[in-house]
């Protein structure tokens, strides 16, 4: 089976990788492998990307193509806190400007979402905390090695203030995405 799975930063693209190799399958973070990538680069199409992450190859032709949701309140955080090295990237591949930090991580989600959703055929939109039942439930996958525990957040930070964020718009947007995601 050949897979690809894509999600913004910080949204558990790494942590997919892994569970997909716990699976059996040779999925990569940010390169391919035999059984293919979980990348937020590849979701952009981007032949060059930077930080040595597999450029996007069109010959790739994969079996399963799914989009990973985090909750949002912790991806927002985490992307606000920790995202510093790919703001400017993600500024000018999703095409927004630069604002505050909590907006611009909502933007940045939302537009990945968005220009992932026109340009590729996704399968799956899976609820990052749920990738692991997904694969075993729908996907019928047998689990050859156990993960240690759930999806962690490998950068610590704080959270922001859910009521500071909670009438945006595009707060609402991404948390109505997260709840129908599988």
């Known amino acids: 089976m050949k897979v690809l799975v894509m999600g913004h930063p910080r949204s558990g693209t790494g942590y997919a990788a892994k569970l997909f190799q716990s699976f059996g399958l040779q999925v990569g ?16 199409k981007d032949t060059n990307p930077p930080y040595d992450a597999a450029p996007y190859d069109a010959s790739f032709k994969p079996d399963l193509t799914i989009n990973i949701v ?11 806190y920790t ?12 095409q927004y400007g630069h604002c505050n930090n909590q907006l611009e991580s ?13 340009h590729f055929d996704v399968n ?16 019928k996958l047998e689990q050859k090695t156990i993960l240690p525990g759930k999806a962690i957040n490998s950068r610590p930070h704080p959270l922001i203030d859910e009521r500071c964020i909670a009438d945006n718009y595009i707060y609402q947007k991404l948390v109505e995405d997260y709840n129908n995601a599988w």
């Open 29 to 44: 973070h940010e390169r391919m492998e035999e059984n293919g990538i979980s990348s937020w680069f590849f979701g952009l």
């Open 70 to 80: 985090r909750k949002p309140l912790p991806t927002i955080s985490s992307v606000a």
């Open 83 to 94: 995202e510093f090295m790919t703001s400017l990237y993600r500024q000018t591949r999703l």
């Open 106 to 118: 909502m933007i940045s989600i939302d537009r990945y979402t968005d220009y992932v959703r026109e």
């Open 124 to 139: 799956h939109i899976v609820k990052t905390e749920h990738l692991d039942a997904f694969c075993l439930e729908i996907l």
